[in-house]
């Protein structure tokens, strides 16, 4: 149920502001609002929903300032996981970082946003499972938990899934190929940076309109 309700957030089936009214969820996904109330307070402590005074939960709506900061934290940590992947990862995670490679060019192909950020969100559990440190692990999905939803703007910009591609498979070469940790680690922070500057100006489009 929770990974569900994510997805509909993340691929703005439900848009930031949007009311989750408990009824309406409970007849969609055709379970008890026991369940979907403990979906709600799982993704709350995501920072993917919000419980507003008299109106109940809703979808977070992330501030330009909101999305500035979580850019700058899973610039950093994606770095070093990156880093730690080279060094660390066995040559069957190195071997399944290439084939989800492939899984992400396949998906950003097909042109479906959920399927995309699916592909992605695999890509990036092998490549957090092979770092070793499960305390990054940790973090960083909490940080790409929020960051998912500017994800979509990202990869929706024009001519950014072609760069995607290639930023990722950069960041595969120097940390599944090579082992090289600085270029691994060179390789996401331009990823990061790049997406970060993509989804930003999204983002203050739709504030201007």
Same mark, same amino acid.
């Given at each position: 149920?929770?990974?569900a309700?994510?997805?509909?957030?993340?691929?703005?089936?439900?848009?930031?502001?949007?009311? *989750?009214?408990?009824?309406? *969820?409970?007849?969609?996904?055709?379970?008890?609002?026991?369940?979907?109330? %403990?979906?709600?307070?799982?993704?709350?402590?995501?920072?993917?929903?919000?419980?507003?005074?008299?109106?109940?939960?809703?979808?977070?709506?992330?501030?330009?300032?909101?999305?500035?900061? *979580?850019?700058?934290?899973?610039r950093? *940590?994606?770095?070093?996981?990156?880093?730690?992947?080279?060094?660390?990862?066995?040559?069957?995670?190195c071997? @399944?970082?290439?084939?989800?490679?492939?899984?992400?060019?396949?998906?950003?192909?097909?042109?479906?946003?959920? %399927?995309?950020?699916?592909?992605? +969100?695999?890509?990036? +559990?092998?490549?957090?499972?092979?770092?070793?440190?499960? %305390?990054?692990?940790?973090?960083?999905?909490?940080?790409?938990a929020?960051?998912?939803?500017?994800?979509?703007?990202?990869?929706?910009a024009?001519?950014?899934?072609?760069?995607?591609?290639?930023?990722?498979?950069?960041?595969?070469?120097?940390?599944?190929?090579?082992r090289?940790?600085? %270029?691994?680690?060179?390789?996401? @922070? @331009?990823?990061?940076?790049?997406?970060? @500057?993509?989804?930003?100006?999204?983002?203050?489009?739709?504030?201007?309109?």
């Amino acid at each position: 149920m929770v990974t569900a309700l994510r997805r509909a957030i993340v691929t703005s089936e439900f848009k930031p502001g949007d009311r *989750l009214v408990e009824t309406v *969820l409970c007849e969609k996904y055709s379970v008890s609002r026991t369940v979907i109330r %403990e979906a709600l307070r799982q993704l709350e402590s995501e920072g993917l929903v919000a419980m507003v005074p008299n109106r109940g939960p809703e979808v977070a709506t992330l501030t330009l300032h909101d999305a500035e900061n *979580l850019y700058e934290v899973r610039r950093a *940590l994606e770095a070093l996981a990156s880093s730690l992947f080279a060094e660390r990862a066995t040559d069957a995670q190195c071997a @399944e970082l290439v084939a989800q490679l492939g899984h992400v060019k396949a998906a950003i192909a097909a042109g479906e946003p959920a %399927e995309r950020l699916a592909a992605k +969100d695999r890509y990036y +559990d092998v490549l957090l499972d092979g770092t070793g440190n499960e %305390e990054i692990a940790r973090m960083l999905r909490s940080v790409n938990a929020r960051t998912q939803m500017l994800r979509a703007l990202s990869l929706n910009a024009s001519g950014r899934s072609e760069r995607t591609i290639a930023e990722i498979a950069r960041i595969t070469a120097a940390a599944a190929v090579n082992r090289d940790p600085d %270029e691994a680690r060179a390789a996401c @922070e @331009e990823h990061v940076r790049n997406a970060a @500057e993509v989804a930003l100006s999204e983002m203050r489009k739709a504030m201007d309109s």
